[in-house]
Nanobody
Framework: QVQLVESGGASVESGGSLTLSCTYT?????MGWFRQAPGEDREEGVA????????SYADSVKGRFTISQDNAKSTLYLQMNSLKPEDTAMYYC???????????????????????WGQGTQVTVSS
């Protein structure tokens, strides 16, 4: 069983930076981040990372967000730069043994496709 715990969410001003962390039980699962904006029913895939290092990003965050992993610390990171008010959301870490990084972005039903989720961490970006 994979357990995921996110941290690092905060309130920042537009243009600022944050780094989210997700500690996990050791695994070689595909891992990534998705978010759910206020009032939205569906989650949006933000970034994915395969165990072989392949990454995938949503167009809305390319060039601003970077996903990385430190296996020695069992921690997944999401470095977020040049934050915008539209980045405001609850951010979740997720993992699955059968998925690939690109599926974080391409999936139309993240809840069904990814078996393990964290509890979320809130990011609020003010203009």
């Amino acid at each position: 069983q994979v357990q995921l715990v996110e941290s690092g969410g905060a309130s920042v001003e537009s243009g600022g930076s944050l780094t989210l962390s997700c500690t996990y039980t050791p695994s070689r699962y595909c891992m990534g981040w998705f978010r759910q904006a206020p009032g939205e029913d569906r989650e949006e895939g933000v970034a994915g990372l395969d165990s072989d290092g392949t990454t995938s990003y949503a167009d809305s965050v390319k060039g601003r967000f970077t996903i990385s992993q430190d296996n020695a610390k069992s921690t997944l990171y999401l470095q977020m730069n040049s934050l915008k008010p539209e980045d405001t959301a609850m951010y979740y870490c997720a993992a699955d043994s059968l998925r690939r990084a690109a599926e974080f972005i391409l999936s139309t039903d993240l809840e069904a496709d990814f078996g393990y989720w964290g509890q979320g961490t809130q990011v609020t970006v003010s203009s």
